[in-house]
């Protein structure tokens, strides 16, 4: 109906661009947005929850002007100029939490900050996290993305001194509510100085981490 | 008003005694019932949520017949006779699940059952658990008991074969909501095959682990 | 994206091989797995919450290397070896909890754990229950599943002194909100002993119940 | 502050008189309602959880107009003319719902119509209820009194063709949430025709049974 | 998979035949059902819930076996013997509540009971209740279907002496939450003595005012 | 600690000055307080929610400042001048509505607006209601104060082309759970139009109605 | 099956004609309705919830009969005469919170109210409000419309003495719980004298505004 | 009963120290903690959440062996060493926020962290903390505290791009439900990058950002 109006002074004030939430836009209005931060645009902007059947459908024009990640539903035109210093942990636990876990490692990417991803690190099997703590207490900040008990949290929270961000998915199911259960469980973490995200909210966690990072 | 009607078959079908809740139970109520099943009075119960502060003034003649245990607040006259075998771990996160930890040892000590505790085990150190987990695997059933977020049931889960039961605990505040958080995430735990209790009952799960050592 | 980093010590930690809980993952990702388990491939794993119209559309080929079943939508290649001792009564409520309470079953099956199946023994009409009872209690193990009010969980419980799990299933509407109205009764429940799993969670109950037969 | 803006006209409206609902009610304002309402006054009201230590603190010139009832918390100066036919079974699952049934027994009184209390038919122990089930069905209406996952309801409304209405209590603990779960359970019972009061609401299901009885 | 255990009982214990919730049901399962019990084979059942696109879709042989209304989704092949006295009044608040309301006065009518429905009674217009309240107290058992704040409950209990029953409905939105407000509203009710049904049962007053008109 | 940073600016801004919420402050911060505000201090604060047994226990002099109203629990030194127009009507359904009725009253008093109360007007007895009506419809907003289901706002609603506000009242047990049923049936209104307050909110609702008068 | 009983006295009463909520509605009740009110029909009704892909199939006879507004999702034949004074301002936080902030200004301009909209004010970037608050505060009434943690609603409500009323969208997943969150937060608010809708009801906020410029 | 078991490593795994939670232990268990860790004992330990009421009442030995802030319910006997650089800035919306904002400066403190509060920046009144900006921007991390609906943090994140912390605080009623609104709001903020705590966790939230000072 009218066009948007975005917050361009926030990177200035921040540190953070905006980003556009895909989730409950129309198709119209997302082509719109698309069409005009394609690579090559002088603009740039990341776009989240980008389903892979309305990109798919999109004009090839488009398409081609973007770097799509479909399990993380993730795209943006051409990433931020990369980061001279800092790297980020994401760690998940297990690979239903794939999407929530390539969300914050997409948008870390598109912010120029590098990461590594760890996954199916889930508790029951200790061994998958032992074996690679070192690698990744060598990072300067820690993301666990975890559903159902989220036990995860706080096992990793014991195990580091980095700053670290909680983000509980919503797998699960009957009482895991949606990732209420995993969300209510990271806040009642054991382990100290955790700060906690909105249910699959990666896009948050890699902000959180970009923060510190910056502020390194 | 009118005497209880006990269910006097129950030990008959379930192998289990009744026992007497005492919160919410008036003060003349429980004297009276407590009166009745003291040590040498040939019968006997197992009293439990019996508040210290209750208890301390109580006359001495029924106090002198009663094993009392201030922590777990449950008191009985005569255990039931020793079981010939099996043996029950109670492992429980941190000193304030104490009283729940300890309930469900005393009941098992009141049942003829056999039982080592294990108590702060928590998860953000890990090493607490694992230093003591060959004893804990000897035992024939496994009790964990634990509040907040509730993340060592899935450790826990993950590290012994045997039948396990866990107990939530009103531990912790705000979103913990008085054991809600603990509850959803036990029953969440990627850890498979573990039954659970309501918040706090470490009496439940007492029995839960009876009916197990009674099938060995 | 990446494949699944398996926690194969499992079976050795805890007696109970890892499983591949369907929903929610990508067609793709299934297919993959499915192709590597397939009857005479050497290697086992249980599918469970795998939807029939999934299924129907694999190919000839994997359809016809596994054993299916679509009430309970589990399927595997090759049951593991039977267990030369014990068996698990399966108790269920009504015909609408017949996935939940078959799904219990095609695990212990799975499991090499022989089961009899007890269906619509729902406490409105007591006979159908009490009339099935030696039977049940000729088992090593019961296991209840019930929605609505669950009510046979307290019912049951006092007429076994067997192990005994409770499952609440998602059936009902309004209040009973996808099971948690039966979840909290029976967690709630007056009969002692009874350990309870997350709504609809029949695998879990089966692993809970091999525990006790394992520990035989 | 002001006096009471009395419903006159309730009686000849609805069959039932107003009663007065104590809890949260000023000693001051209470003192002059029951002032208002002594055997002998010519008027009559029933007064609902009144307490027992705020009772025992009156004058003795009100307290000894009244008939008072510690357990159910209730007290009326004169009771209505006795009902010439209808009779009512009041039914309760344990000793700790009795404040509840006998609410809805001294209501029935106040109201002149006949019942009986049967107590303790908590379905843990299904002989205590079958036992007495002819007598319950002699009456011409079955208020069932039960907390925790209130299963009595859906046994006792499965073994009766009468009018019946269900009480949660507030009965229980943790997942129990004051009754909520009683509550839910109710609602949900598979037992079909049963109407459903709220938590601890003995004083609704009398005024229920009795619109019931005015109608034979 | 296996055929449903009826509890063929059931009308000579509590008054009641059973009925078939369809909602759920595979359409296999309801095929086999609605083909048993068609006009003219000696057995009638009610069928509840089942929907209008499943019951087009059946073979014309079984649908000209039923009188199918729906409005209600309810369907039966010959409805029990017209009882000889009684009248139940359904009074429903808006237009959207009318497929409860029509569920409780099918119900009536397959078991033989007469019925009158009031609809759009809503109290935000009150005349439309005042106006036809001699023709609603002629009845000897009410009804009362409402969604939202279901206020009209309570209008309608403080003008009627008749045995009243409530059904909340799913009507709503936002805090409505699919008639969780219009069910606590309900049990809150200021009016007393009124009995309370899930969210949506109709069929479930239905049968507790046939509970009360069998005991006039 | 450290003395409060009062909003100075907030009467020209929006019209209302900055009132004291005295629940869950220190009686060291409230006597501090107290003491700046009193009569002849040329300074004036509204305080809410001020305890009658901590006001008491308060200094003579301070007391003697103060206009205080103990069953709404408000307190001012001096009022604010008489607006020269525009009343206020304040609507409640029972006498356990009055401490929030007339928290609302007194707020208005304190403004500078004039208001009537009009108490016990619950929809159970509507003749309460209907015979006040013309008198209700004089004023300029209406305020409806209600618990338990709050069906009053309905009813009035329905009847009033004023601005007409609704406050939910904590009165009530069980399934009203300390006011939360009546807020969601207070905004699930049929009635269109009518803004609702937080939970016990007379000040808010008082505020409201202040923005209407200031606005005629 | 039968008609709708319209409330017809309705304006008359409160100064607010009926609407009609599309939402649950058959598409038959919705053609015999659309079908009457008709531009040139000499009647007029509102209709809210009117999804487009049901209104694009409508026949063209009944389409070009309405003013019909795909965002907002309402329709009207002809709007109501235009008030001759009084202008609402409609302020909302994000583009996703569109279709509710459109339902509010389409239901004023039916209802003849002029309005302005003033769209993507959300707090994070402050200076998107501050820039046009000399224009909203030229109006007589303002709404708020947002989602999320709803924080424009207190910033708004602490700059302007207008009559003010908060409409909670639900925009936003997880915790924040389709609205949810929204509504508890600004029923919350610290800014005084704000009323608040049910979730993503314009308009409910749209009449609560007609209400106040129908009495200035 | 037995003594705690300390995790003596915590301090070299994650650079933070154990700290004593005093709620819920009982008193001998607090004396013999406070007693081992009195100012020149060589040892320290942070105790938050110890009531002023029990810390008078200890013997003088023990009191004046410690620091004791009564508002943030904190004590240490010796702080550790004072960190070279870093600094935290703590902004609180309003007076009642002030225990949690004081926790959460005292662990600092304690930490050896240097930081300034910055109390009553409430939005409904923004210049309180638009004046302040600069000064809070010096810092190197925020944290925000904040009740009722918890908007602060959303204006607050807009304006800084320092790492930063929301604590939602217990303030408020009714729909606030003791923190539960405000956490909600919080994790649903419309500002990117901020990490949440559970209600009222001062201390978390310090310990959060002391990982950010250790890694600069």
Not at 8 to 29: M, Y
Not at 54 to 71: K, Q, T
Not at 132 to 139: V, Y
Request: charged share 20%; glycine share 12%.
């Amino acid at each position: 109906m009218n066009s948007i109006l975005f917050d361009h002074g926030r990177t200035a004030r921040i540190g953070l661009p905006e980003a556009v939430f895909c989730e409950g836009k129309s198709r119209e209005a997302l082509v719109e947005l698309l069409s005009r931060f394609v690579k090559g645009s002088g603009q740039s902007v990341l776009f989240t929850r980008l389903a892979l059947d309305l990109f798919a459908e999109l004009p090839e024009m488009i398409r081609s002007g973007y770097d799509y990640h479909p399990l993380s539903r993730t795209a943006f035109g051409t990433a931020l100029p990369m980061q001279p210093k800092g790297k980020v942990a994401v760690v998940s636990a297990g690979t239903a939490d794939g999407s929530v876990a390539w969300e914050a490692a997409r948008t870390l990417t598109y912010l120029g900050i590098r990461c590594d991803v760890y996954e199916d690190c889930g508790v029951a099997g200790l061994w998958r996290l032992t074996e690679r703590l070192d690698e990744i207490n060598s990072c300067d900040a820690v993301i666990v993305v975890a559903g159902l008990d989220a036990a995860l949290l706080s096992v990793m929270g014991g195990l580091t001194a980095k700053p670290i961000f909680g983000v509980p998915t919503s797998v699960g199911y009957g009482i895991a509510r949606q990732g209420q259960a995993a969300l209510a469980s990271m806040l009642s973490s054991c382990a100290p100085g955790v700060g906690i995200m909105n249910i699959d909210n990666g896009y948050g966690a890699a902000c959180a981490a970009a923060r510190v990072i910056n502020a390194l």
